[in-house]
């Protein structure tokens, strides 16, 4: 792994965990307080604290203080790292497949 595809490595692991997933889609729509998250969901609070932490050190979320609430919200930058990682990704397939058709178009053509 490079040191450029590390952080896409850690938000994807991250991401794995279908809880922290489903915390992760849920923050979409905008920014919101643990408690918020933690409502209607199948584990407890403190879980979903311990599932954030995770995002957050994946730098998939952040967090501020709002009086005695810590609110949460989608960093765009740990997007982009797992974007970026994909888009190298596809960019790597899309030359390989090139040069495989102008292999058989050679080879035709010979």
């Given amino acids: 792994m490079s040191k450029k595809s590390a952080p896409a490595a850690t938000a994807l692991a991250a991401l794995a965990d279908p809880t922290r997933r489903q915390l992760f889609e849920r923050l979409r729509s905008g920014p919101r307080a643990v408690g918020e998250l933690a409502r209607g969901g199948t ?7 311990q599932h954030l932490a995770v995002l957050k050190a994946a730098g998939l979320v952040r ?48």
């Fill in 43 to 49: 584990v407890s609070r403190p879980a979903v604290s």
């Fill in 63 to 110: 967090d501020t203080a709002a009086g005695t609430r810590r609110v949460y919200e989608i960093d765009p930058k740990g997007l982009a790292a797992i974007r970026a990682w994909l888009d190298d990704m596809w960019g790597g397939a899309l030359q390989n497949f090139s040069a495989e058709l102008e292999k058989d178009n050679d080879e035709r053509e010979s």
